[in-house]
């Protein structure tokens, strides 16, 4: 995955938590999120920083995050497995 790549799949998931209005809120590291929308809220709190990993070439830990950020849009039913590997593959052109 490109670095090109990874920033226009932070950007399909910041569209999504902004159409709906999830706010980006980091959660404490010692507790575990409540609710749904703890969790998704957490989940856009990191797409900045993942956003500054990429630029700053640190990919491994970006690719740790975005696993980490689909892993819970699966589990919360946002996107299905397969939307999922869908939004890593390459576009033609890319």
């Not at 569209?15 to 969790?39: Q, V």
């Not at 690719?63 to 946002?78: D, E, K, M, P």
């Amino acid at each position: 995955m490109t670095k090109d790549k990874i920033r226009q799949v932070i950007g399909i998931y910041r569209r999504y938590f902004e159409s709906r209005g999830i706010p980006a809120i980091a959660m404490l590291h010692d507790e575990p999120p409540r609710t749904r929308e703890e969790a998704l809220q957490h989940c856009h709190s990191m797409l900045d920083k993942m956003e500054e990993f990429v630029n700053k070439g640190r990919m491994d830990k970006a690719f740790r995050w975005l696993g980490f950020v689909q892993a819970c849009l699966w589990v919360h039913t946002v996107h299905t497995l397969d939307e999922l590997m869908d939004h890593n593959r390459p576009r033609e052109g890319d």
